[in-house]
């Protein structure tokens, strides 16, 4: 430390002391109070908690603004029981509520609990579920070292935002009448629309640039309320590709577990989500990690399942062989003389029969199957009936369950004997591509109750048929909802490419809720390139614009079958590239080129995205080219920055 700053510091620290003489404080919560006011000179805007030091168990004794993000600080002897420290964070994060930076609405994830003991203290420190505990040596930890979250004009907006909020908090060391002297960048006069949209898009830009998205994100409006809003029963978050769904999930099971003890659940319906998102989550709220479970919804049906003492497991092997001997029987004449797609039938059984749980030949015949193209005559229904019966005959014959037969089961299996425990709340992302069967297990498992069920979706990308109403599954979301318009992921250019796909949206429009399209989607990011391939020597192609890349990280090549993904593999390791398969990707490690099927991207994005030409026989069944469309819309919605679309030729 050089002399003036010494000095300088000496001389805050005098008006620190000055400051807190009539509090009468123990000594060492004095000392802490003087360490943190003196941080004053670095950036930080301490607000000291009128009652201190006789402050209650659950209220902060100081709340401290800057660059290092907002420090719900409580100074305690001993280790405060993890209710209080909860309480404190909530009271913080409700006078945080409403608070405006240039960057957005402030979101809790910028808040943390610290609590600070004596020198001396022998107990825990370190990481707790609900807190960071330090002694009084270890404030540096806090004040000085970690992620910078706020700027500077941004700490000086949230500590006034909070001084005009409350009596029980008092500035110490700064008057918020006083504009500071040495500020960040601010708006310079004006408030048009079109300027703090472009404020908006340069926070974004920069957010862009670090190496991991930044998921201390500030929310917009229509997020932040639906993350903060109490709902009085389920409810229901859409809006298109990319406008935040999946963020504004994640910020609310943070906001919820903070505010309710037990256990949440963040469930969907693809096998990778769950773990990509509860990366984000750790990123979001490291202490609260342990309280969330992410689980794919077979996943969780099957371990409660085997937890209850039932058999659960899938051996794809024998369902495949069950279905091929029901389709090699005569009884699959008649379907294949309707559709020749064994695959068509085969999501008959899975999506519409199995899927929505369907018991009778009565009721098969007055079912809508939405989606699914041409109606079903009666009679064919029949005998559809007649080859699902021979399936289920040769599933019985092998001993083996499908993955419906698991969610039936665990449907039956909870209704029978309820979880003993209710979670706290259940979130569940990419709704449109659960069955009617697993929307009611979703239901069964989290209530009606305040809070309980958050179903978050777009039915433009639904990728798999087959179609439902939430009423059939006796949830009602009556006007308990967002929708979501503000496109943050994909660069105007590539949003404009994939927002000229008729992709049919056969789904919201089921439950007459409001929706809307992507082509309605407003970009927030300038830019992008897309480059559209023809020609008949894809690989060669393919090879040569990855090589252009100037960097392959966060870069993925996107398929339809998992056949093709493997053969790309082969491709891109022959030509000298690092290749990860997408289902062993957590979200977490950019580095090499990322190879799978758009099933495994759902819900991800990268910077750059390639979309060779997979050979898809053309089709006049309306469902199907309204399913492949909807297929590559999921496809180049996963594309920020770049987007490569192929086309074979010849
Ligand atoms: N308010 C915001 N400000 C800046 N960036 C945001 C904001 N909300 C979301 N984002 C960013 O936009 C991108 C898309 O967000 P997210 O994955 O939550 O969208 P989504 O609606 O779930 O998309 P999809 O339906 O395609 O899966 C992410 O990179 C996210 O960090």
Redesign the pocket.
Known sequence: MTGTSHHRQERLRREAEAELRDRQLPSWKGRVLQRIAVEHGNGWYPLLNESTPNTAADRPDAVVVGPLGVLVVLLRDAEPDWEDTRRAFVWTAELLAGATTDA?AVTEAVARVVVVHPADHRGRTGHTGEHLAITEAELDRVLVRGERLLEPAEAWDIARHLDARTRDLTPIMWNPRTVPQQRGPRRAGGSGLFEVRDL?RE??ER?LQRPF???R????DT?LGAVRRSYSGPARIT????????????HRLAHLARRTPGKLLFTTHARSLPRIAAEQFRSLAPHLVQRVEFTHLHAWARNFLTERGQPADVDEQQVEAAFEAAWCSELSAPLRAFRSSRYYWKDEIDRVIKGRGIGSLETYRTVARKGRGRPLPSELRAQVWRFYCAYERELSARDALDHNDVLTRALTELDHRPLPEQYAAVVV??VQDLTLVGLRLVHAISGDGRDQLLL???GQ?QVYPGGWLLSEAGISVQGRGEV?R????NRAAVLQEAAELNAVNRFDDLDGGPTVALRSALP?LRGGRVVRWAGTDQEAALVAALRELDDHADTAVLTRTNAAAQRWEEVLRAAGFTVRPLDRWDGRTPGPVHVGTVHRA????FRAVFLPDDHVPSTAHRDEVEAADRHRL?AR??A?DHLWIGTLTG
């Open positions: 957005g908006r926070r974004v957010a998205r930044d998921w994100v500030f929310l917009d997020q809006g298109p590709a990319g406008t935040g769904k999946t963020v504004l999930a994640l992302d990419e978050v979706g777009d990308q979501l503000r496109n943050y992921r927030v759902k819900g991800t994005e999921v919605t996963r920020r």
